[in-house]
């Protein structure tokens, strides 16, 4: 299983720079401006210190991994990181927790179908 070190916020200078002209408004969860991340290609408007989740339920997005079985949509569900219901792909790599990650400028985030792992069996 692939560990993923915590992450921390960019910096103001990099927030600063990010959220520069972007038209994304804060005056929510963190100090600084907003800054956009991509979800499957679309921006998506975040504020500093929130998680993946967060900034994409506040764009109207759900769901955003199914399951392996049955395809079933799943989000965020228990928000503290013990269920894994919302996993997501973030710059390639698989199974991270959105609940649990902040967002960062620039992350190219993904939809997760099943385990993550369709593209490592080749």
Do not use: K, Y
Request: include cysteine; glycine fraction near 18%.
């Amino acid at each position: 299983m692939r560990r993923i070190r915590a992450r921390t916020s960019p910096g103001p200078g990099a927030a600063t720079e990010a959220g520069a002209g972007s038209g994304v408004e804060g005056g929510g969860t963190g100090d600084g401006p907003g800054f956009e991340f991509t979800f499957d290609g679309r921006p998506v408007a975040a504020l500093p210190g929130q998680s993946l989740a967060a900034a994409l339920w506040s764009a109207g997005v759900l769901s955003w991994r199914t399951t392996r079985v049955n395809g079933r949509p799943r989000g965020a569900f228990c928000s503290i990181g013990t269920c894994h219901d919302c996993l997501v792909t973030v710059n390639g790599t698989p199974n991270i927790r959105a609940c649990l990650l902040p967002a960062v400028p620039r992350d190219r985030v993904t939809t997760q179908e099943g385990s993550g792992r369709a593209g490592l069996h080749e």
